[in-house]
C-alpha cells in the first residue's frame, strides 16, 4: 500500500534528521518482545481489484511506547514501529476480524504479506510487513523485514483489540510482539485502485 509507505518514508526522513544533535546518543536497545501501545489503521477497500484481487485490504500501524506524535503532528523518539502494509479481509469487512492472519501471496482473507524490498525511480522501497527501529542517530535507524510468522486479533468490546504476534525476520530473528488497545480506523477507500510498482513485483517474483 504506497499511499500510506510513501507518507511513512518522508515522515521519517524528516523527524530523523532533525533530531540529530552534537551529543551523541545512546543507542536504542531492540525488543524482541516489543509492547505497542498505540496505533491506527487504514481501509482501502478492493484497492488491488486491478490484479484480481477482490478481497478487502487494510494497513495496521503499531509503535511502542517511545514513539509519539508532537504538535506538528510528527512522529518524534525512539522505538519500534510496526507496519503490516497489507492485511486482507472479506469483501463484506472494513476492519480487522478477529482470527489469525498467516503469511500468503494470493490475498486471501485473514491472509497478509510478508516484507520485501524492491526498487522504484532507482530507490529501495519497503513493502508488505516490517518494522522500522528508529533511533536519534539516523545512521543506526534501520528497517527489518518479516518474512514468517502470524498475528491473532481478537476484539474486545467496539474499538478495543489485542494483537498477538509471532514473526521471524529476515534477519531470523523472532519477534513477539503484543497489542491491546484501542485502535482507530481510517477509511481510504475513496482512493481509487491504480497500478502498483509493489504489487507488480511480488507478483512478478512469486510466479
Known sequence: MKVNNFIACVLLLVLLAS????????????ENEPEFTWGYAQFYGNYYSNYNLNNNVLT???????????????????????????VFVAPQDSVLTAGTYTISAGGEPLTFFSGIKYEENNQEVPSGAYIYYIEQ???????????DGTF????QGISGYSIDCRFVTNEKTEIKGRFNANLIFFDESAIPPAPNSAIRHRIKIRR
Open 152 to 155: 491473532t486479533v481478537s476484539r
Open 19 to 30: 533530531c540529530k544533535t552534537d551529543t551523541p546518543n545512546p543507542p536504542y536497545v531492540y
Open 137 to 147: 542517530d539516523v545512521s543506526k535507524s534501520k528497517i527489518v523485514y518479516i518474512k
Open 60 to 86: 495496521v500501524n503499531l509503535f511502542t511506547d517511545g514513539l509519539s506524535v508532537n504538535e506538528n503532528n510528527e512522529l518524534v523518539g525512539t522505538g519500534q514501529y510496526l507496519i503490516l502494509e497489507d
